[in-house]
């Protein structure tokens, strides 16, 4: 597996050092999108030096304010602005760590990867701490409640190809028509239609196949499951052609792209709008299998 990810052990022994910088994504969402980890979480007990980064919440660090679509992608001029906020500078290495207080929304993994995925193709040097908070405690390691370290504004300079990791809606309609492989990232029953709904309508963008993003991580102990699983996971996707991933609101989406990028595959993109924004144009082809029986 490519050197996405990070051990606690790696984590312990650079800990200190002053070019790293580590950011807590922990989420505790609210039905209205306000994420409470920071009082309910990072405040109880965190990893030492690290700040806490409130991706979760719907105008999160790493969202567009200005979008009518929650967690959509920052503008470059955002981004730069949070980058400066908590210190980053290009030779910055960050570790994106988070606990995983419930399953679905609060699942700390999906927050991790969709941190990752944006500040990756900003043109971040980014890692993911594997197994998160909780595996920090279980190898031994321990937690802070010391408050949160200030630290300098930086500089830093966005990737020229920044966009090339995400999708829009005319790239997905465009895909269902050519070889690139449409894959979504929700359960079984939500492809299928025939239980959760993200959006307005049910079932699938028409061409998808379903790769359910929890079938990447081991659910005991939140790490990501071995290259061998990973590539018998994504065994409907061919080898060698441009994939798009998408989910309700893009978050789940980012953990199949995560790990089709720990096993070598570069041209991958996450539909930044996903069914959130698919489903409420009903000239937009769908396909509910459920609606046949």
């Known amino acids: 597996m490519i050197d996405y990810l990070v051990t606690t052990d790696w984590l312990d022994e650079h800990l200190d050092e002053p070019d790293l910088r580590i950011l807590d994504v922990t989420p505790m969402l609210t039905k209205d999108r306000v994420n409470l980890a920071r009082e309910r979480s990072y405040d109880e007990g965190h990893i030492a030096h690290s700040l806490f980064f409130d991706v979760a919440s719907g105008d999160g660090v790493l969202s567009d304010p200005n979008s009518a679509l929650p967690w959509t992608w920052p503008t470059p001029e955002q981004f730069v602005k949070t980058m ?53 405690l279980a190898d031994g390691h321990s937690l802070v409640t010391d408050p949160q370290e200030s630290v300098p504004n930086t500089e830093f300079v966005v990737d020229d190809n920044w966009q090339r990791g995400i999708a829009n809606k005319e790239d997905v309609l465009a895909a269902i028509g050519d070889d690139t492989c449409l894959i979504d990232s929700l359960s079984a029953s939500s492809y299928d239609g025939s239980k959760e709904v993200y959006g307005s309508r049910n079932g699938h963008i028409t061409s998808a196949v379903n790769v359910p993003f929890n079938a990447m991580i081991d659910g005991e102990t939140a790490n990501f499951k ?52 698919w489903t409420a144009d009903d000239s937009l082809p769908m396909t509910d299998p459920s609606s046949l029986n």
């Not at 060698?240 to 041209?267: M, N, P, Q, S």
């Open 226 to 277: 071995s290259d061998a699983d990973l590539a018998a996971a994504f065994h409907d996707v061919p080898d060698e052609t441009h994939v798009i991933t998408y989910c309700g609101a893009a978050i789940a989406a980012t953990v199949d792209a995560f790990a089709l990028k720990c096993l070598g595959r570069y041209d991958v993109a996450v539909y930044d709008g996903s069914l959130l924004e």
């Open 84 to 136: 400066s906020d908590f210190g980053i500078a290009n030779d910055t290495r960050v570790i994106i760590v988070a606990k995983s207080p419930r399953e679905g929304v609060d699942s700390g993994t999906m927050w991790c990867t969709r941190a990752w995925w944006t500040m990756h193709h900003f043109g971040v040097d980014v890692a993911i701490l594997k197994g998160g908070i909780e595996q920090w």
